[in-house]
C-alpha cells in the first residue's frame, strides 16, 4: 500500500489493466522461485512498529504529519490516522547480536519521533489499541489525507453499502457502528519480518501459524476499547470488523473476511498465498501504470512486482507471505501482524525473540506441523488465545489440551531457546528477551491484565475517563523508563490528572447508562423511574430509537399530581408534555463551550447524541462532580 498514484475500482478499463499486470507478476514471482533468482542461504529479520500520538490531555493528537516534517527520514511513514506513526527499521541477519541491535536501533528511532513530537505539543504512546480513544477520534477528519487511505475507504465502503458493523461482547458489550473504515486507526502494532528460504517456506509459514496462539496469549495488550472490557486482545476482531465487507445474508454462503488467519495449510509454496488471496478478494485499487514484469525477466532485469504487492496490501492476513527487494536481490519473508504495540520497547524485543525462536525451533522439532495438528485447532486456539489471553486452553499437538501458561512455559520456552541458539544469537542476549517471556508467564501480569488490574483497583476514583486518562500516562512513563511489564506497579488516578481542563470534551463526562421512555407511555411511569433510579431528566426516543424529546421532573410534577388525584383520568402521554427540542449537543463538543450552552439556555441538562441518536445525558449534578474532583486535584497537588 506504499503507492500513492492509485486508481478507483470503477474506472473498469484500467483496472483489468492492472489484474492483467498482476496475473503477469504471478508468473514472473513463480519463473523466479523455479529459476534460483529468489534469495537463499541466509535468514534476515526486520520489523515495524506503529505508535500512538496523544495531547497533553492523553488523548489522541492527530499532528502526524508535522511530526514527520520535522524528521525528515525515510525510516519514518504515516498510517491510517493522524494520531498515528509507522517507523520501519533496517534489517538485521539473524545471528549474533541482532536482537540487541533491533532493540538499540528501536530505542533511537523512537527518542527522535518523541522529540519531534514533544516540539508539536505531543507524546509517543506504544499501545495495542490507546484506553484514551473516543469513537469521536475516529471521524474521516482525522484520516490521513493521501490518496491510498481515501480510495481504500472510498473502495470498501462502496462494497459494503452499509455502515460497519461492531459487535463484541466481553466483561462488557460493545455493539457500534461507524461509517468509515477508520476504525483501524485504533489498532498499532509491532510487526515482525522473518526472511526464509523459498524451499522453507510452507513449513515454517505453517509453524507461525501454529505459534501464533500462545505467542499471542503472552503478548495480549489490548483488553480496552472505548472504556469497555473486551478481549485480552481486542485489537484481533477490532482490526477484522473494521474492514469486513460482508453483509447479513438470508443463504448460508461461505464468505471470508480480508482481515483473517487464513483458510488451510499451506502445501507447496508462498503462491498458495498469493493464488488463495485473489480467488478469494476482489481487487480493490490499482494503478495507473506498472512495470512488465515478465518482459523485465527476460531483459536480465529484477522486477519489484509492484501489482502483486499492491493487492496483498489489502488483503490482510495475521501471518502473511511477502515478496520483497534488498541489496539487488529478491527474497521472500513471512510478516507476523498479530503483536501489539508496546507494552514497552523490551517486551517488544522479547516477543519478537519468542516468535523467532519458536520459527526456528518448530522446523527442527516438529518438522510438517500439517501432520500433527488440524488447521482447525490452530484457529480455534488463535481465536481462544485473543480471548483470554494467558487464561486460554488450547488444543495442541497430536489432540494434547492443554493451558497457555502450561504450554509456554513447559514446552515453548525451551523450544524459542534451543531455536535462538542454532541461529548462532548471543547467549546472554536469549536469556534476557526470553526470561521476558518467562517472568510475564510466571508473574502473570500481561499488558492486558496490568491494564485491566489497574482499571480495577482505581474502580470508583474520579471519572470513566480520568481513569482511562490515568491508564495512558502510567503506559508511557512506565514504557519510557524501560521496564518490562511484569515489573510495573498498578497505574494510580493521579497519573492521568492534567490541567488541560478545555481539552476535555462532553463524552468524557457524560452518563451512558440511559433510561428512556416512549413519547405515547404515561407520565405516571417517569414517575416512577425518577424515584426508582433517582433521577431528574428522562430522554424521550421514538419507535425507531431516534432522540424526540426530554423530560424532566419539573414537568412531572407540573402534570402528575393533578392525574393521581383523579383515578378515572385519562393518563397523560409523555408526548404532550415533553420538551421536543432540549438542548443537545455532539459528543466532540468541548466541556468548556458545553457548559457555556448550557448557562446561555439555563437548562439544567443537555443531551449527547449523533445522527439523531442518544449517546448519552450531562447534567448539573456530572458538572459540579467534575468541578468538586478538579478542585481536589489542585488542593493536592498544592
Not at 467534575?626 to 498544592?638: G, V
Amino acid at each position: 500500500m506504499g503507492n500513492q498514484d492509485v486508481l478507483r475500482d470503477t474506472d473498469s478499463g484500467q483496472l483489468r489493466r492492472f489484474i492483467a499486470h498482476l496475473l503477469r507478476d504471478i508468473r514472473a514471482l513463480e519463473h523466479m522461485l523455479d529459476t534460483g533468482l529468489v534469495e537463499s542461504g541466509v535468514h534476515r529479520i526486520g520489523a515495524e512498529q506503529e505508535l500512538f500520538l496523544v495531547d497533553a490531555a492523553w488523548h489522541p493528537a492527530p499532528r502526524a504529519l508535522d511530526i514527520l516534517e520535522r524528521i525528515d527520514d525515510p525510516h519514518y511513514t504515516t498510517e491510517l490516522g493522524l494520531f498515528n506513526l509507522e517507523i520501519n527499521l533496517d534489517p538485521f541477519v539473524f545471528e549474533a547480536d541482532c536482537l540487541s541491535q533491533l532493540e538499540d536501533q528501536l530505542n533511537r528511532s523512537l527518542a527522535t519521533v518523541r522529540a519531534a513530537a514533544h516540539q508539536c505539543g505531543a507524546e509517543v504512546v506504544l499501545s495495542g489499541i490507546l484506553p484514551t480513544l473516543r469513537k469521536s477520534d475516529l471521524a474521516l477528519t482525522n484520516m490521513t489525507p493521501k490518496p491510498r487511505y481515501r480510495m481504500l475507504n472510498t473502495v470498501l465502503t462502496q462494497i459494503r453499502g452499509d455502515d460497519y458493523e461492531f459487535q463484541l461482547k466481553g466483561a462488557d458489550e460493545l455493539n457500534l457502528k461507524h461509517d468509515s473504515v477508520m476504525l483501524e486507526a485504533g489498532c498499532t502494532s509491532f510487526q515482525v519480518h522473518y526472511q526464509v528460504e523459498p524451499a522453507e517456506f510452507p513449513r515454517c509459514y505453517n509453524i507461525a501459524q501454529a505459534i501464533t496462539a500462545p505467542l499471542l496469549a503472552a503478548a495480549a495488550n489490548s483488553p480496552l476499547l472505548f472504556g469497555r472490557r473486551l478481549w485480552r486482545e481486542t485489537r484481533i476482531p477490532l482490526f477484522q470488523q473494521s474492514v469486513d465487507t460482508r453483509r447479513a445474508s438470508t443463504h448460508l454462503r461461505e464468505r471470508a473476511p480480508r482481515v483473517s488467519f487464513g483458510q488451510q495449510w499451506v502445501d507447496h509454496s508462498i503462491l498458495d498465498l498469493i493464488q488463495e488471496d485473489l480467488a478469494r478478494f476482489r481487487v480493490l485499487i490499482g494503478t495507473p501504470s506498472q512495470e512488465d514484469s515478465l518482459r523485465l525477466l527476460e531483459q536480465g532485469g529484477l522486477p519489484e512486482l509492484q501489482a502483486l504487492r499492491l493487492h496483498t496490501g489489502t488483503v490482510y492476513r495475521w501471518n502473511r507471505g511477502c515478496f520483497g527487494i534488498g541489496g539487488g536481490k529478491a527474497h521472500i519473508r513471512i510478516e507476523n501482524r498479530v503483536l501489539p504495540a508496546g507494552p514497552s520497547v523490551v517486551d517488544e524485543v522479547a516477543n519478537a525473540a519468542f516468535f523467532l525462536g519458536l520459527l526456528r525451533g518448530g522446523q527442527q522439532t516438529y518438522g510438517d506441523i500439517a501432520q500433527k495438528m488440524p488447521f482447525h485447532n490452530a484457529e480455534i486456539n488463535f481465536l481462544a488465545a485473543a480471548q483470554r489471553g494467558l487464561e486460554a486452553q488450547f488444543t495442541w499437538l497430536d489432540g494434547q489440551v492443554v493451558l497457555a501458561r502450561d504450554l509456554i512455559r513447559q514446552d515453548l520456552l525451551p523450544l524459542a531457546r534451543h531455536g535462538l541458539r542454532t541461529a548462532g544469537l548471543n547467549p546472554a542476549d536469549i536469556e534476557r528477551y526470553l526470561g521476558v517471556i518467562e517472568q510475564r508467564v510466571t508473574v502473570g501480569q500481561t499488558g492486558s491484565s496490568w491494564l485491566l488490574r489497574s482499571l480495577a483497583d482505581m474502580r470508583e476514583t474520579d471519572t470513566q475517563a480520568a481513569r482511562l486518562s490515568a491508564l495512558t500516562a502510567a503506559t508511557a512513563r512506565r514504557q519510557w523508563a524501560g521496564s518490562p511489564v511484569h515489573e510495573w506497579p498498578l497505574a494510580q488516578v493521579e497519573e492521568g490528572w492534567s490541567e488541560k481542563v478545555h481539552a476535555l470534551r462532553i463524552e468524557e463526562c457524560m452518563t451512558t447508562d440511559l433510561f428512556t421512555v416512549h413519547p405515547n407511555e404515561p407520565i405516571d411511569l417517569v414517575a416512577k423511574l425518577m424515584d426508582w433510579k433517582r433521577i431528574r431528566h428522562i430522554p424521550v426516543e421514538d419507535d425507531q430509537g431516534k432522540l424526540v424529546g426530554l423530560i424532566s421532573c419539573f414537568e412531572v410534577l407540573r402534570h402528575c399530581a393533578p392525574s393521581l388525584q383523579q383515578a378515572e383520568s385519562e393518563p397523560i402521554p409523555v408526548g404532550a408534555i415533553m420538551q421536543s427540542k432540549p438542548l443537545t449537543l455532539p459528543p466532540e463538543t468541548p466541556l468548556v463551550e458545553a457548559v457555556a450552552r448550557m448557562q446561555q439556555e439555563k437548562s439544567a441538562s443537555l443531551l449527547v447524541a449523533k445522527d439523531e441518536r442518544l449517546i448519552g445525558i450531562v447534567t448539573e449534578h456530572d458538572i459540579l462532580t467534575l468541578t468538586a474532583r478538579l478542585l481536589e486535584r489542585s488542593a493536592r497537588k498544592d
